[in-house]
């Protein structure tokens, strides 16, 4: 359910594949208690059954955690808190695009600006042009910082995804060897 293969935002196929195993793993708790002799007791595969379900419920909460905080950060343009950064090892990445985000700013300012001072005097169209240019120039750095926004959160939850899979993993294998023992 925790696979990364989607990380622009449409992660409600997790869900979807949580919701579709939560209910698989009713029907067959029904089908084993139909078939299991009545007692006071549950019997150890009820047991499982119900861990798995538990497990299998916790994931669809985590997955929608995710979709959530994925979601709220595309449409706020917040940047990646740094704790959270250095905590799933991506501010290295971050780092690096900001960097070369404003190198690319600087060049093209610099561009603008050397003819900018020859062509401009005493002409008002080729002034209103080089406003017109800084303008979309402003623009551009503003989504440009968007992008890098939604790239860092794009590896954060890539980054959550991958560590949740892990977990489950790790809590399924270990409940599975509990009830084997």
Known sequence: MFAPFSNTGE?????????????????????????????????????????????????????????????????THRAVPIWLAKILHCEKTAKERKGSLAEEINATKNALEEPKSKITQGDPVASALFKMLGKVNRWIEVQERKTIIHDQWDDICTRLDLLFLFAF?????????YFIS
Not at 18 to 23: A, E, N, P, R, V
Not at 47 to 67: D, H, K, P, R
Not at 169 to 177: H, Y
């Open 11 to 75: 992660r409600e196929e997790k869900v979807t594949l949580g919701l579709t195993s939560l209910l698989a793993i009713a029907v067959i708790l029904s089908s084993v208690a139909s078939e299991m002799p009545k007692s006071t007791k549950l019997p150890l595969l009820g047991n499982f059954v119900i861990g798995e379900m538990a497990l299998c419920t916790l994931g669809i909460l985590v997955a929608l955690l995710i979709m959530f905080v994925h979601h709220h950060a595309y449409t």
């Open 169 to 177: 993993q790790v809590f399924n294998i270990s409940l599975l060897l």
